[in-house]
T-cell receptor
Framework: GEEVAQTPKHLVRGEGQKAKLYCAPIKGHSYVFWYQQVLKNEFKFLISFQNENVFDETGMPKERFSAKCLPNSPCSLEIQATKLEDSAVYFC????????????FGPGTRLTVT | LAKTTQPISMDSYEGQEVNITCSHNNIATNDYITWYQQFPSQGPRFIIQGYKTKVTNEVASLFIPADRKSSTLSLPRVSLSDTAVYYCLVALSGYSTLTFGKGTMLLVSP
């Protein structure tokens, strides 16, 4: 498809519960990125993939966050034992190889931890 | 990655030209400048990218002076639908992680 798809649109979890977010990148795009937008306008990079391989995970809080991009499956971002501060909008973006800074973003998943 | 500084907010009226300037004093030789637009409840959308001088596409122009320490996004004849947050980013072309600053909230009024 021509758009990055993210599901679910909204997700509510009690503190300590698991949350799993999904992203279907644009077909043919080699790179997938996850970003977290906590407050209005403040983004944080989490992790990127080149196909199914982790490309850059410098932003991942590894103790509770994990992510995968497996062949023929949507990419996923999982948060174990969610905390209140994980409440944010999580954006997935994809880009074809070599396009660098021109990334295509999905509509985001709003996670609310109560 | 070079840090960027841009105004927190700007106001304009329909039909006017809007210029949003971004400062990036420590931009590296291989860095490119790119701008994104974000509407409420949507993901950011790529607008334009450049390295030096001037780049123009169907929605905007990007002006980059010779020293590349700043850049200006120019939106011709804005409409109400241009109300959004605009982000200036600097990064190595081919190194794809984007570092967003706080952006500029542009409000276009009738």
């Amino acid at each position: 498809g021509e758009e990055v798809a993210q599901t679910p649109k909204h997700l509510v979890r009690g503190e300590g519960q698991k949350a799993k977010l999904y992203c279907a990148p644009i077909k043919g795009h080699s790179y997938v990125f996850w970003y977290q937008q906590v407050l209005k306008n403040e983004f944080k990079f989490l992790i990127s993939f080149q196909n199914e391989n982790v490309f850059d995970e410098t932003g991942m809080p590894k103790e509770r966050f994990s992510a995968k991009c497996l062949p023929n499956s949507p990419c996923s971002l999982e948060i174990q034992a969610t905390k209140l501060e994980d409440s944010a909008v999580y954006f997935c973006a994809s880009t074809p190889s070599g396009a660098g800074m021109e990334q295509y973003f999905g509509p985001g998943t709003r996670l609310t931890v109560t | 990655l070079a840090k960027t500084t841009q105004p927190i907010s700007m106001d304009s009226y329909e039909g006017q030209e809007v210029n949003i300037t971004c400062s990036h004093n420590n931009i590296a030789t291989n860095d490119y400048i790119t701008w994104y637009q974000q509407f409420p409840s949507q993901g950011p959308r790529f607008i334009i990218q450049g390295y030096k001088t001037k780049v123009t596409n169907e929605v905007a122009s990007l002006f980059i002076p010779a020293d590349r320490k700043s850049s200006t996004l120019s939106l011709p004849r804005v409409s109400l639908s241009d109300t959004a947050v605009y982000y200036c980013l600097v990064a190595l072309s081919g190194y794809s992680t984007l570092t967003f600053g706080k952006g500029t909230m542009l409000l276009v009024s009738p």
